[in-house]
């Protein structure tokens, strides 16, 4: 996948649960992410990471922290109100 893509699947959802494959052990792993920090909670977190051209920074709720991803190891995206079925919402 594409950062942009990525990023415009964010933005488009909101919240989401982020399938990809790790760097290290090659598993698939998930996080329930966000790409807008415009949020008291996730704006009192600190954030030492810093985004380049193949990562993109997100705010994880599962992990309660800032990370960097790279939209290459990303497998699925899925919007978290369709996990949650909260689609008329």
Do not use: H
């Not at 790790?22 to 985004?51: G, H, M, W």
Request: proline share 3%.
């Amino acid at each position: 996948m594409k950062k942009e893509e990525l990023k415009n699947l964010l933005n488009e959802y909101g919240d989401a649960t982020i399938t990809y494959r790790s760097k290290n052990s090659y598993k698939l792993k998930y996080n329930v992410c966000t790409a807008d920090f415009d949020n008291p909670y996730i704006q009192a977190k600190r954030n030492r990471a810093k985004e380049t051209d193949d990562t993109l920074l997100m705010f994880c709720w599962d992990t309660d922290s800032y990370r960097l991803l790279s939209p290459a190891a990303v497998t699925s995206v899925v919007p978290l109100s369709s996990t949650l079925k909260n689609e008329d919402i």
